[in-house]
């Protein structure tokens, strides 16, 4: 979990982060999801006003949406457990 972390703040591999580390993350991170329709989930976290909505490309996550959970990280100053 740590290294999805890292990758993902880094933003250096927007585009490799496979879609279940980052499913992972987010609920290490308090989020809880719903699936949505077909592959999209739904992540909400108390507290948070935005919802994550991702769908997968294959195995990974999209660019833009890794880039969308960096920038939700960034602006409520979350972080994991080091």
Do not use: W
């Not at 993902?8 to 999801?33: P, Q, W, Y």
């Not at 935005?50 to 100053?77: D, H, N, S």
């Amino acid at each position: 979990m740590n290294q999805t972390y890292d990758d993902v703040m880094s933003g250096a591999r927007d585009n490799n982060i496979r879609f279940t580390d980052l499913c992972k993350m987010l609920e290490a991170l308090g989020f809880s999801h719903s699936q949505g329709r077909g592959s999209h989930q739904k992540f909400g976290k108390p507290g948070i006003m935005e919802i994550i909505v991702m769908q997968p490309i294959g195995p990974l996550a999209k660019g833009y949406q890794v880039k969308q959970v960096r920038t939700l990280i960034k602006k409520y100053r979350m972080g994991v457990d080091r």
